[in-house]
DNA sequence: ATGAAAGCGCTAACAG
DNA sequence: CTGTTAGCGCTTTCAT
């Protein structure tokens, strides 16, 4: 490979005039400039990462963490994913995938090397144990998710409580009085992952306010147990004319269960979901559903940290993303309503 | 942070003595080497990546080219994407995540600058545009897909072909001779994907040996779609009793609108699917599958590449991973089979 | 078994 | 506007 010093010498510069066309932190004559970049161009120069590194302190890198564990809806994270990797790169910067395997040992060597600049950390949990660390370091640092305290944290996420209260407003607003929420597996609830929690918690605040009764449901999602689940819910409370449901996997069998016990979407019952708009839109009953904005979240979290690492940092420490309710085919006014 | 050069002065021994203890590229005595280990403890050292790399001239990355397009079966990227980063830090390597967005750029990029010692690329196509590049560095590359040409490049895919076979072969034991196959979306064909076209391939060959009927359609795996496909099938072939599916979108829509029109799996008609095992475990009906084995290619990746970075160039070219077909309680014999 | 020292290729003062 | 130069922290001969 073509280094620095010889692009220099083919364009008849000073490898410094060279090493500042390519920064641009200092201005250069017309000329000067064309002849660099013509000798960049021919040579096919590339500047050598490491030694780039080593010299500026700056790896431009981003470490991501993505968890290693897979009960989450996978196609969410790898959105995000796709996402922070693009934007990344939009801004000059390399994304290295960090899984959550090492567990905080990662955060130390990656911060401990200078491998990465900055890293961005998603699937974090209530009582993260990497929290201490990212708490120490100096190292920009983003969260998707929010913990139980943010103090000092900067965080991306989507509002879920607000998500909730949109869900039964929506429901309400329909006339429906009773309602199911069927969620994420129990192995979500005892991991406190907190997304959980704040949608019931903001279900349930407006639920009371509007004078609706919630029943709410952990799920697997696969049929056999929202078969079960489903028996419950209408054993328990026969009256129940709407569901929320936030589990990806739970739609098509609850859809699906709902169709063989003769109950119509929406003549019947309505459904409102909470996932990606591309499952909403698939389901064999196009979904009134709240979309999990994956791909913004990446944007965001991307560039809070590069707000951060250029020092324009904002203010914001916690980014909490709107929630948007699109209606579809699976909700109508409840039965018997005007 | 701490440096080799502090670490040697805390432990009264040379810096390439704390290098080599490091390495262990030389024999160090033990009381020596006991008190680098030490030293390193108690600085909390980390050696920096960039000097490393400048040095050695190796970054100790390996860089995972991902498809941007998303309209493959995503939760399959995901789990190659993690088992090539867990089965890399394995062996001492991390992962640098570029999406396809770049192009052939992204691979100049990466070779030029020394950012990674060597490049797993994901989703290739039969003519994809970055086989000249790949084919021109002399940086270890390993693909996971097969592109039309596999000569002087290492690959890494389910054998397609014998999964098409196998998938025949078992409904023609179980006495099934009109056969069905529901593709990927035609899209996917049209891009040339290669894996599609090989199970197609298989399958026709193994179907002409034992005399089955074949009848192909591709599938965008809406309902709508799925819909539309089906009564093509029963129109075109009403004595088709044996289904293959290669599309995991298509799984839900197909068992519940065979369901719909009343036709029972397995006893009127079987279905087999090529699809990841969760998929298969999870449908409606526990499906007799041929397994995608995505950690297994991920980690295979990981394993050929580092083979050649360390210079065990493996002499396999082209590793076919065999696959195996479980049978659950989507297949049975043909009706009015003995 | 250990040290000394020469770079690796680039950035960023410091000088004009 | 451009050149000179001193490192950045580590690896790796070459010595001993």
Redesign the pocket.
């Known amino acids: 490979m073509a280094?620095?010093?010889e692009v220099a010498r083919h364009a008849?510069?000073?490898?410094?005039?060279v090493?500042?066309v390519?920064?641009g932190?200092?201005?250069?004559?017309a000329?000067?400039r064309e002849r660099v970049e013509h000798s960049i161009k021919e040579l096919g120069y590339h500047?050598?990462a490491g030694?780039?590194a080593?010299?500026?302190s700056r790896s431009n890198i981003i470490a991501l963490m993505v968890p290693l564990r897979t009960d989450m809806y996978v196609p969410v994270m790898m959105e995000i994913a796709i996402a922070v990797a693009t934007t990344a790169r939009s801004h000059g910067y390399d994304v290295l995938l960090l899984t959550g395997e090492e567990g905080p040992a990662a955060v130390r060597r990656v911060t401990g090397s200078g491998l990465a600049d900055a890293m961005i950390v998603m699937d974090v949990e209530l009582e993260d144990e990497r929290l201490p660390l990212l708490h120490a370091t100096r190292q920009p640092t983003v969260l998707i998710g929010l913990p139980a305290d943010t103090v000092g944290l900067t965080c991306v996420d989507l509002d879920f409580t607000a998500t909730g209260a949109l869900c039964v407003e929506h429901l309400a607003a329909l006339g429906h009085r009773e309602v199911a929420i069927v969620g994420e597996a129990p192995a979500v609830y005892e991991r406190h992952t907190g997304f959980a929690e704040r949608t019931l918690e903001g279900l349930r605040r407006r639920a009371g306010e509007l004078g609706v009764r919630l029943l709410h449901r952990p799920c697997q999602g696969s049929y056999e147990s929202m078969d079960g689940t489903l028996s419950r819910i209408f054993d328990e409370r026969p009256g129940t004319t709407g569901f929320v449901v936030q589990n990806e996997a739970a739609i098509d069998p609850l859809l699906s269960l709902l169709r063989r016990q003769g109950r119509a979407v929406p003549e019947d019952v309505s459904v409102v979901a909470v996932c990606p708009e591309q499952v909403a839109t698939q389901a064999s009953v196009r979904l009134t559903s709240v979309a999990i904005p994956a791909q913004e979240m990446g944007q965001r979290a991307v560039e809070l940290v590069v707000a951060k690492l250029e020092g324009n940092a904002s203010g914001e420490q916690v980014a909490l993303l709107a929630p948007e309710l699109t209606v579809r085919a699976s909700s109508g006014p409840a039965p018997g309503t005007a």
Chains 1, 2 share one sequence.
């Open positions: 280094t620095l010093a008849g510069v000073s490898a410094s005039t090493s500042y390519l920064s932190k200092r201005s250069i004559s000329p000067t500047p050598n030694a780039r080593l010299a500026s």
